[in-house]
Structures are given as C-alpha cells and as structure tokens.
C-alpha cells in the first residue's frame, strides 16, 4: 500500500501502481478511467482482503462456536468500528450495514418515516438530488399525506440556502440533502442546513456518497441526524452501504426488515427485538464486503488525505481551464464550491454519442442524466458527459480526455 503522509507532493503515479484495473489497454489504448462517481476503482489490499476472507476465514459471523467464526466475526465488527472511526461517530453501535446508499435512505424513509410523519408534513430535498434520495421520500410521503418539495438550486448548480431558509416552518420534519450532487460535483452546505433545519424542530438525512471518498467526514462536526454511503465509492466492494444515526433515533425506530440476527428472542406469542446495530441487520450480512470496506479504510487512512484533496482539487481546476479554453464545450455546474467533477456538453453532439466515441479511445466517462432527472430538466438539457476524478487520476488523463474530445469532434460537430 502506498503511503504519502512523508511527502511534500501527492504522488499519485505511485498510488497507481496500488491499482491494478488501471494497468490495462481498453479498445486499443491505456485506459483513463473517468467515471469514479459511478464507482472507484480497488487498490490490492482490498481485493486481497476480500480473498483471504474466503480462502481463510470463511464462516458466519456472530453464532458459530469454532475457529472460523470467531475470526470473521472479529474483522467483521472490527470494520463497524473502523467506520465509525473514518466518520467520527460516537459508538460503534450507531454504525448500520446496509446494501448501498440506496438501502440507507429507504431504511430511513420507511421506519423513521412510518412511525412520525402524519398528513400535512413536509419532506424537502434537494433539488438536484439523485434518484433514491427523491423517491423513497415520495413513496412514504403518499403513503402518510405527507407532501416533498424541492429545495431552489441556481443556475451555477448551488443550493440557494436564503431560499431554503423561508421554506423552514414547524410542518418540515425532514430534510434530505446530498452533500457533494453526483451530477455537479458542487459541496453542499450541509452543516448550515442541519442547523437551520433544527431551528424548526426538523430532522436532517445527508448522502454523503459523493463526499466520503474525497475528505474526511465528521458527523458529531456536521450535526446531522443520519448520514448514509456506499462503500464502493470508498474504493470498496459494491453491494454494501453504511447508515449513521444518532443514538435515539435508532433506538426510537421500529426494523425495517425481520428475520434472523434482529431478534432476541421469537415465540408464537410475540417477539422482542435485538439491540442496536444489529436490530436492523437482518440475515447473514455481506461480511466479506464489510472485511473488504475495512480494508478501504485502512488503505485511505494510510495516504495523505489532505494532499490527495488538493491533488484532485489542482486536477479539477485544470480540466476546467481546458474546457473553458475549448470552443464548443459548455460548462454544466460551475458552483464555487466542487469536487472532482466536470458536466458538460459539447455543442451539437448528444452526451451519449460523446462518451461512445470517448470509449474508442480509451478513456471511460459517464453520459446521462444522472439519477437526476428533475436538475437535468430545470437546466434544459437531456444530460451531460461527466467527468469525475479521483487522487489516482493524473494531468496525463486529463490531457487524453482533451485529445479524445478533439478526435470525436470531428466526427460529431
């Protein structure tokens, strides 16, 4: 595993090499991956981790009386309490494993949302949210008479905070908020919309899928009531999620599913409950992608995070000053506050003929709109090609990306 923390300037070539999906030609030419707000590629030690698991320990965790079992369930809950760690929760016990961000937010929506909301209560969110931080909220809001509104994001792609401001009254219970949009890259002011929420007695969900992987993340600092991520944006496996509660939510919050390990005791006469997290753990986990997000951690805790942030930062701003020195691009979300990544359109060209011929050279984008269907129709537009960066992309990739643009331009415009 690379480690920066002795160096002046983020190596990010030596972070490469810890990389090994990057080593590859993909139609003829050295991939550029550019896509890691889909997901992020996985250094060795995850990948290994996730092996060893299999070939060493595997087993159920929690129950079994053997070897097997008592050393998976120990990295099993050594991970819980790496992650809560990573995010500065209070305990361990408030950290609950989920399928994805996904899992998380309807977790929320559905057990927190069933048990409190009641006809006339106002969900806001945000309005460049993806798809499942939407969604969830409208299908519990139907279910309660509960009604979701859109919080005002401006043309530069930013949440305008006086607006949500005079939206705040004593109906509002929730308010779902990401904390980096996916579609944009613009850094929301999440700790300014949790206090605000707060002063009306609301509660406040962040995404933080699109943030964890680029800085660390204080929960307790934000104040926030959940806190929701994925691991395979952390350079971990797909298919495993993590929600963060405070401790009395959790507590106060009915399961949202049933079935084995959420129980403490099952008779034909009733059923009670087992303490948290594991009340909302239902079944036998994903315990190798849990080992697997641990070992994510361990590699990220092992760089040079501040250096990383600011390597991708250098790495954004250059792409930016190319595309604006670039005829015929046109810049989608230029928020004064972003991470890692760059929307876009090129004049004359639908995103997605864009990212085919970006393909055949090698360099991965993503085209669409997102899972943000509502932002995208405020601006006008069918999607962008979006460019996302992460601390292993390099001014090299950067400069492909340019070259390929100018190659499929010629076959486009």
Known sequence: MSNQSNTATFDAERVRADFPILHQDVNGHPLVYLDNAATTQKP???IQAIVDYYEQDNSNVH???HALADRATEKFEGARVKVAGFINAAEPRQIIWTRGTTEGINLVASSWGRANLSSGDRILVSAMEHHSN???WQLIAAEKGAVVESIPVNAEGAIDLAAFESMLDDRVKMVACGHVSNAFGTVNPVQDIARLAQGVGALTLIDGAQAVGHWPVDVQALDCDFYVFSAHKLFGPTGLGVL?????LLEAMPPYQSGGEMIESVSFDGTTFNQLPYKFEAGTPDIAGVIGLGAAIDYVQGLDRDGAAKHEAALLAYAEERAKATPGIRLVGTAANKTSVMSFLLEGAHPNDVGLLLDQ??????TGNHCAQPIMEQFGIPGTVRASFSFYNTRA????LFEALDKARQFLV
């Open 397 to 400: 990739d950067v400069d492909r």
């Open 44 to 46: 060795r030690a995850v």
């Open 63 to 65: 129950r079994g009386a």
């Open 134 to 136: 939407i969604v969830p």
């Open 244 to 248: 963060y509660g405070k401790t009395a």
């Open 361 to 366: 050279q090698g360099v991965a984008v993503r």
